[in-house]
């Protein structure tokens, strides 16, 4: 099972929740040559790979470049209110900020609940 990621503490956030999770990190709202080869590999090796970008704007926005390269792939929605934390005063959003149970309740709708705890 893959997932599309924008940043490194995503990824360990859904390590977390998910361990054999195969992530593809973008680094941010990019679509560059290393993204779209670590995303064919991602097609190659995984049965099915998601997008589970932040519930905001810039995830939205990466999800778009997404699908110009591989339209069928399915998005992971998170509430947004579930993915809230502040950081030095500033209100932050994103899938690093999301509880691992919220995360493992929400991808437990489109992954085998084994997957969830290996």
């Not at 680094?27 to 040559?33: D, H, I, L, V």
């Not at 080869?37 to 990466?62: F, N």
């Not at 932050?92 to 709708?109: F, T």
Request: net charge negative; glycine share 4%.
């Amino acid at each position: 099972m893959g997932f599309v990621v924008e940043g490194l503490n995503d990824e360990k956030n859904l390590k977390q929740a998910m361990p054999s999770a195969y992530c593809v990190v973008t680094n941010g709202t990019r679509m560059n040559n290393r993204v779209k080869m670590d995303l064919r590999k991602a097609l190659e090796e995984c049965d099915v790979v998601y997008l589970l970008t932040d519930p905001d704007e810039a995830g939205d926005i990466l999800a778009q470049m997404v699908w110009r390269q591989c339209p069928s792939l399915e998005r992971v929605y998170l509430d947004q209110s579930q993915c809230l934390s502040y950081r030095y005063d500033r209100l932050k959003v994103g899938v690093e900020h999301c509880e691992v149970d919220y995360l493992r309740n929400v991808l437990s709708k489109y992954v085998n609940e084994l997957d969830l705890v290996l």
